[in-house]
């Protein structure tokens, strides 16, 4: 039997000798990482006449282990869950949980790991079976089943991932797209609770729902503007780019995380919620900064040099409506950090991204000391926790660095 102490579960082959803590330079609040749905996530969470068709864990044809709902395989795709692998082991095909960190789906491992890094806090976006922002649940083909499993995978989020730690972990749900009265009253029972953020599809016209732009969301958005729950907009949420069929669709598509942050933000900046809802807090996840300036520029420009855009911003910029409503995290961005000024220093948060392939642990504290080290400790402060801590309303630890 594995425990936290024992990371690598059943094929230390597989592992990179195990890290060494990390001397810690700054308090970290991570506001990107993800969480893999450990195999037991739904048992006895379901009303009992649905326990049976919730989605379980099974071992496919060629010996992984895969998940099945409703008679559809959802799998962990190699790059999910790669921290502490040796690169030339990884895969893009479905892993086993004994070739995953302990880490990746116990929270025990979780927090040994964090320390590792020298991380305070973490926001945990979901994986693979529930399509980062419960897609997949929310288009079960049995809604009733679709709504329960929904509410369990929260109910199972507060109870095992976040309650043993609270201050260690940043509480954030999912909810039901397919009826936004239902999806706001779940947002709603999740803040009651302490959650801090629901993660919704970043342009759920591709996945099936009306745009952002349609009223058909105005509950959710109003019961996130109520309740101080911050929206978390991840990045292929509502899928990837379109990739030509002979491109190599892993590199593209992650190269192209900037511009899916753009399309998304653009959107939700013209879409004006966060007009019709000042309070209104919108986090873009995984997409790094990069394009950000470009997009107040441009937002600037349309206003200014063309004529328009002011329609239904109530005399605001468009501009300042971002500003004020949109934060931002980055992984470390070295070439775009001096546009930090234009965005907005305090709205701007740090990632890890554990345990994804793009991920820095355990060597986050040196990646930003590279990077970042040389800017003014104020900054710093406000980038690596003092943002994240506000915006989610978390504590911070008695001493905090630099």
């Given at each position: 039997?594995?425990?936290?102490?024992?990371?690598?579960?059943?094929?230390?082959?597989?592992?990179?000798?195990?890290?060494?803590?990390?001397?810690?330079?700054?308090?970290?609040?991570?506001?990107?990482?993800?969480?893999?749905?450990?195999?037991?996530?739904?048992?006895?969470?379901?009303?009992?006449?649905?326990?049976?068709?919730?989605?379980?864990?099974?071992?496919?044809?060629?010996?992984?282990?895969?998940?099945?709902?409703?008679?559809?395989?959802?799998?962990?795709?190699?790059?999910?869950?790669?921290?502490?692998?040796?690169?030339?082991?990884?895969?893009?095909?479905?892993?086993?949980?004994?070739?995953?960190?302990r880490?990746?789906?116990?929270?025990?491992?979780?927090?040994?790991?964090?320390?590792?890094?020298?991380?305070?806090a973490?926001?945990?976006?979901?994986?693979?079976?529930?399509?980062?922002?419960g897609?997949?649940?929310?288009?079960?083909?049995?809604?009733?089943?679709?709504?329960?499993?929904?509410?369990?995978?929260?109910?199972?989020?507060?109870?095992?991932?976040?309650?043993?730690?609270?201050?260690?972990?940043?509480?954030?749900?999912?909810?039901?797209?397919?009826?936004?009265?239902?999806?706001?009253?779940?947002?709603?029972?999740?803040?009651?609770?302490?959650?801090?953020s629901?993660?919704?599809?970043?342009?759920?016209h591709?996945?099936?729902y009306?745009?952002?732009?349609?009223?058909?969301?105005?509950?959710?958005?109003?019961?996130?503007a109520?309740?101080?729950?911050?929206?978390?907009?991840?990045?292929?949420?509502?899928?990837?780019?379109?990739?030509?069929?002979?491109?190599?669709?892993?590199?593209?598509?992650?190269?192209?995380?900037?511009?899916?942050?753009?399309?998304?933000?653009?959107?939700?900046?013209?879409?004006?919620?966060?007009?019709?809802?000042?309070?209104?807090?919108?986090?873009?996840?995984?997409?790094?900064?990069?394009?950000?300036?470009?997009?107040?520029?441009?937002?600037?420009?349309?206003?200014?040099?063309?004529?328009?855009?002011?329609?239904?911003?109530?005399?605001?910029?468009?501009?300042?409506?971002?500003?004020?409503?949109?934060?931002?995290?980055?992984?470390?961005?070295?070439?775009?950090?001096?546009?930090?000024?234009?965005?907005?220093?305090?709205?701007?948060?740090?990632?890890?991204?554990?345990?994804?392939g793009?991920?820095?642990?355990?060597?986050t504290?040196?990646?930003?000391?590279?990077?970042w080290?040389?800017?003014?400790?104020?900054?710093?402060?406000?980038?690596?926790?003092?943002?994240a801590?506000?915006?989610?309303?978390?504590?911070?630890?008695?001493?905090?660095?630099p």
């Open positions: 039997m594995t425990t936290a102490l024992d990371p690598t579960g059943a094929h230390p082959e597989l592992f990179l000798p195990e890290p060494e803590p990390r001397a810690v330079r700054y308090t970290i609040i991570s506001v990107d990482d993800h969480l893999v749905e450990p195999p037991h996530m739904f048992e006895g969470r379901l009303p009992a006449k649905l326990q049976d068709q919730a989605p379980r864990i099974i071992e496919d044809e060629r010996g992984h282990e895969v998940w099945e709902f409703e008679g559809k395989r959802h799998f962990q795709v190699g790059q999910n869950a790669v921290a502490g692998r040796r690169l030339e082991t990884v895969r893009i095909e479905p892993f086993r949980f004994d070739q995953m960190r880490g990746c789906y116990d929270i025990d491992a979780r927090i040994h790991d964090m320390d590792i890094n020298g991380v305070w973490s926001l945990n976006f979901p994986s693979m079976i529930t399509g980062f922002c897609r997949v649940y929310s288009q079960a083909r049995d809604p009733e089943l679709g709504l329960a499993v929904t509410r369990a995978w929260n109910d199972w989020f507060y109870d095992e991932w976040y309650s043993p730690y609270p201050q260690r972990i940043i509480p954030m749900g999912i909810t039901w797209l397919a009826d936004p009265e239902v999806g706001a009253a779940e947002i709603r029972r999740n803040a009651d609770r302490g959650f801090r629901v993660t919704l599809p970043e342009r759920p591709r996945i099936g009306p745009s952002i732009f349609n009223d058909y969301w105005e509950p959710i958005i109003a019961a996130c109520e309740t101080g729950t911050v929206i978390s907009l991840h990045v292929g949420s509502s899928g990837m780019v379109d990739f030509p069929s002979d491109s190599p669709p892993l590199q593209l598509g992650a190269t192209l995380f900037g511009q899916l942050s753009l399309t998304a933000c653009a959107e939700w900046v013209w879409a004006a919620w966060g007009v019709r809802y000042p309070d209104l807090k919108v986090a873009m996840s995984e997409g790094g900064i990069g394009w950000v300036a470009m997009l107040i520029d441009r937002l600037d420009n349309i206003v200014d040099r063309s004529g328009y855009g002011l329609d239904g911003f109530d005399g605001q910029r468009p501009s300042d409506v971002l500003r004020r409503n949109f934060w931002f995290c980055t992984i470390d961005d070295p070439s775009t950090m001096a546009t930090r000024h234009a965005i907005g220093v305090n709205h701007i948060m740090a990632e890890v991204d554990y345990p994804h793009d991920g820095t642990w355990p060597n504290q040196a990646v930003l000391e590279r990077y080290g040389d800017l003014p400790v104020d900054e710093l402060r406000l980038m690596t926790h003092q943002n801590a506000g915006l989610y309303r978390h504590p911070l630890p008695d001493v905090v660095l």
